[in-house]
Each structure stands twice: as structure tokens, then as C-alpha cells.
């Protein structure tokens, strides 16, 4: 098993900057990727970026290609999400989840991801 944590969510204004973590422990070892998947009220989970956990290889959605940039830790089994030019559509819950495959720009469905975290909160005020 794999335990996620994210943190680093809160409210910003258009425009602004958010950088947000994912925190995994147990089970790391299995971990092939991560990703970032995010949530609006009554909308479906979208996925935001993805990030292999060895290499350098890592996928957008075109929502967010040159504003948001993934990247990880591997000495800390953390991965980020640096969130710049915030628009209010980006506001939703963020949520990490964790695959035992890398699936390359294939890496979008939710349900590719076996380990998922709670969710960080992100509000963006216009």
C-alpha cells in the first residue's frame, strides 16, 4: 500500500501562485509515476500533469501547459505542483495519485492510478 498526502492548497487571487505537495509513504518501492488530478463541484476528476518517478519524463493537460510545472523528490517521496498566471477555472480540489506504470501522454484516466491522496483545497478569486 501507498499513502499520499497532499498540502499546500489555499486561496489566491488571478494571477497569483500556488505550490502544492504530495507526501508518499509505505509501499513506495511499486510507484512508477504520479500524477495530478483535480476536482471541481459537480464535475468530473481532470487530470493536470504527470510526472515518471525515475527519468525525466513528464505530461500536461493543454489546460495548464506553461503555467503549471510538476516535479519531484525522490529523497523525500514527494512531488510538486508549481501553479503560476492562477485563472479562477483552475479553483478545484487537487488531489495526487500514484501508478505502478508510467503511461506516458496515455496517463490521463483516473482510473490508471491504483493509490490516490484526500485532496488539497485551491481557490482562485477574479
Known amino acids: 500500500q501507498v499513502q499520499l498526502v497532499e498540502s499546500g492548497g489555499g486561496a489566491v487571487q488571478a494571477g497569483g501562485s500556488l505550490r502544492v505537495s504530495c507526501a508518499a509513504s509505505g509501499r513506495t518501492s511499486s510507484m512508477f509515476s504520479m500524477g495530478w488530478f483535480r476536482q471541481a463541484p459537480g464535475e468530473e476528476r481532470e487530470f493536470v500533469a504527470a510526472i515518471a518517478w525515475y527519468g525525466d519524463a513528464t505530461a500536461y493537460a493543454d489546460s495548464v501547459k506553461g503555467r503549471f510545472t510538476i516535479s519531484r523528490d525522490n529523497a523525500r517521496n514527494t512531488v510538486y505542483l508549481q501553479m503560476n498566471s492562477l485563472k479562477p477555472e483552475d479553483g478545484a480540489v487537487y488531489h495526487c495519485?500514484?501508478?505502478?506504470?508510467?503511461?506516458?501522454?496515455?496517463?490521463?484516466?483516473?482510473?490508471?492510478?491504483?493509490?490516490w491522496g484526500q485532496g488539497t483545497q485551491v481557490t482562485v478569486s477574479s
Open positions: 495519485a500514484a501508478a505502478k506504470r508510467w503511461y506516458g501522454s496515455n496517463g490521463y484516466r483516473p482510473s490508471l492510478y491504483e493509490y
